[in-house]
């Protein structure tokens, strides 16, 4: 098939290899020219995954209309804050409706409190046509082929199995959920859980306070899950415990690196200055308040992350404002 991958960051680069890899006919978006030539001529992205020597099957354009014409399937993989202006873009250049659309963009949208597939539906109708894309994936092991799971989820079965096909292999295994709700919020809140655990790391803590930081976010996580009417066994699954797990506890981690960092005094326009990537959990952080009020969900590690991104906390005092909070009923 030809498929069209939207954003040539490390996930859509590391996407565009599985398809490829697949014996699919791959055309990348790059927004930027020098991008685009250096795939095209090295067969490298030149500012991420470097060391990925990428299919020649993969040909790269910063013309978003050449990378869409005659495409069989699209594949979306752009930061969260460029998602609706990335659907006006599809919906301009007119798209077939019969096209699948995939969004491998985990995030929640400010304004509106929409997540990735409701702002899709919002610019371009077609729900059934949609699906989304998340999991314990982290592009630098993806693209060498090295095995892990994902979950394609979709309100359509059809389109659900055909993301699961398309991208699908024996290393890249794909499990299908029409719970999209659920698993775009997964995707969200895990970065914010992730920042979290970088904190504690850089404040000195250890294993043990991440351990609490991840089970009691994904409390968090599934409380407002069930809140917004999705399914909490989602919150179980790859989607939430195991791209959790990933998130917080891997090398790869941006956001988690970013917890680090923030813990040594850095801000997020200088992390996202020095390493040329977006760390989506400081987004994430401050979009998921909407859903918290919205739902009237208590979010404390959230709410704690927020105010140390955006409001300059001190790291210190706020470990102590959640160390300090009194227990409650494991589940409640």
């Not at 985990?106 to 894309?133: C, H, N, S, W, Y």
């Not at 791209?243 to 040594?264: K, P, Q, V, W, Y």
Request: charged share 20%; glycine share 8%.
């Amino acid at each position: 098939m030809n498929v069209a991958v939207i954003g040539a960051g490390s996930w859509g680069t590391a996407l565009a290899q599985v398809a490829a890899c697949n014996d699919h006919a791959v055309r990348l978006w790059a927004r930027r020219d020098d991008v685009a030539c250096g795939i095209n001529e090295q067969h490298r992205n030149p500012d991420y995954l470097k060391d990925a020597q990428l299919s020649e099957s993969i040909v790269a354009s910063s013309s978003l209309p050449n990378v869409v014409e005659g495409a069989d399937a699209i594949v979306v993989v752009v930061p969260s804050k460029f998602l609706r202006s990335t659907a006006n873009l599809l919906q301009a250049v007119d798209v077939p409706p019969s096209v699948p659309v995939v969004i491998c963009t985990k995030g929640v949208e400010g304004e509106t409190g929409m997540v990735p597939m409701q702002i899709f539906e919002d610019v371009i109708g077609e729900p059934g046509r949609l699906a989304a894309l998340s999991g314990p994936n982290h592009a630098e092991e993806i693209v060498h082929g090295i095995p892990a799971a994902t979950v394609v989820a979709s309100e359509s079965a059809d389109t659900a199995r055909f993301f699961q096909d398309l991208l699908g292999s024996r290393t890249f295994r794909i499990y299908t959920s029409d719970d999209v709700l659920g698993v775009e919020l997964c995707a969200a809140f895990k970065n914010v859980i992730a920042i979290a655990v970088g904190v504690s790391y850089g404040l000195g803590y250890g294993d043990n306070t991440a351990a609490m930081l991840m089970t009691r976010g994904q409390a968090e996580m599934s409380r407002l899950v069930a809140a917004a009417g999705g399914n909490q066994l989602t919150c179980m699954g790859l989607a939430g415990t195991g791209d959790l797990i990933a998130t917080c506890m891997s090398r790869h981690s941006r956001n988690r690196s970013f917890g680090e960092a923030l813990a040594g005094g850095m801000t997020v326009e200088q992390y996202e200055e020095a390493h040329h990537m977006v760390a989506e959990g400081a987004q994430a952080c401050r979009t998921l308040a909407t859903l918290s009020n919205r739902f009237d969900v208590e979010l404390p590690i959230a709410n704690v992350v927020r105010s140390l991104v955006w409001e300059g906390a001190d790291p210190s005092s706020v470990a102590q404002t959640l160390l300090s909070r009194s227990p409650k009923p494991e589940f409640y």
